[in-house]
């Protein structure tokens, strides 16, 4: 028996039950009494039982049927419910809450809203945009956007793409001052601090699979790649930031990248974390969803510049 066929007979049943004769599911379902009398025997004949006593007054259930009649309106409610979330994926409404680093977000995310506003106009997003790690569990968040090294999460989620580091400097910078070869050449550098990538005042590399750190000397910290990136343009010294921020300052020529062969470390990721029950939400669903399809053929801020 095909599933489609079986719904249809299982729901024809049920409507039997609760009109309490065959005439009245008939007419309910727009049918005539005797494609409903059909049907029934069908369903009978297929599972090879009796489902309805029918006599000339009234029906009732058999054993058998009885049992078939709870299954069969679980089973229907459950189709239905289906039906009704796919279409609540279909044309997802509601109100839906990021939250996300400012740098990321202000270089990344704002660029996306009108794309992902076009597909779910439906949808209101609010972008809460802080260098904090937001408790999901407590807050009214769906969805956190993190950049991290961290694989273990607390709460579902889907890696999104990797996030790669540079070394850059203005180009004014680098010509008053003297080759950057290699990473001990910083020793004689001015050098602009982000704390997550600096322990200790030191610099990590790798390089053919070889890792290592170098001590350099500190021009000023900050813990925003933003404020970074412009404190190198201005020809402060020599950074490191994420290439989704670099990546414009390296197209337009006001920043150049810095001992391209040595990558920093550690190395991070984009993560978009969700608080299980959340992900109930379609919103939600197709949020992230839209993420990951922006995302999937590689980051987008490391096209060639």
Not at 250 to 265: I, K
């Amino acid at each position: 028996m095909r599933l489609s066929s079986s719904l249809s007979r299982l729901e024809l049943f049920v409507k039997i039950v609760n009109e309490g004769s065959l005439s009245k599911a008939a007419r309910s379902l727009s049918l005539s009494p005797s494609a409903v009398s059909k049907s029934l025997s069908l369903l009978e004949s297929e599972l090879g039982i009796t489902l309805i006593k029918r006599t000339s007054r009234h029906l009732s259930l058999t054993e058998c049927g009885a049992t078939l009649f709870e299954r069969a309106k679980g089973i229907l409610q459950d189709a239905e419910g289906a039906v009704h979330e796919a279409l609540r994926l279909r044309d997802p409404t509601g109100s839906l809450r990021v939250s996300c680093s400012i740098a990321f977000g202000c270089t990344q995310v704002s660029h996306l809203v009108k794309e992902f506003s076009e597909l779910y106009p439906n949808i209101e997003l609010s972008l809460n945009l802080e260098d904090r790690v937001v408790d999901l569990s407590a807050e009214e968040f769906d969805v956190a956007l993190r950049i991290t090294s961290r694989e273990d999460w607390d709460f579902p989620g889907r890696r999104l793409a990797s996030i790669r580091w540079i070394y850059a400097a203005a180009p004014e910078y680098l010509a008053s001052h003297s080759l950057v070869e290699r990473p001990e050449d910083l020793e004689h550098h001015s050098c602009l601090m982000y704390p997550a990538m600096t322990v200790q005042r030191q610099w990590s590399f790798s390089k053919d699979g070889n890792d290592f750190s170098v001590k350099v000397p500190c021009r000023a910290v900050s813990n925003s790649s933003l404020a970074l990136a412009e404190m190198a343009i201005g020809g402060s010294g020599i950074v490191c930031i994420p290439s989704y921020v670099a990546h414009r300052y390296l197209r337009d020529g006001r920043l150049t990248e810095v001992l391209p062969d040595y990558a920093p470390q550690p190395k991070h990721a984009l993560y978009a974390l969700y608080f299980k029950s959340r992900y109930n939400n379609p919103a939600v669903r197709v949020f992230v969803a839209f993420l990951s399809e922006k995302f999937s053929s590689g980051a987008p801020w490391e096209t060639p510049h």
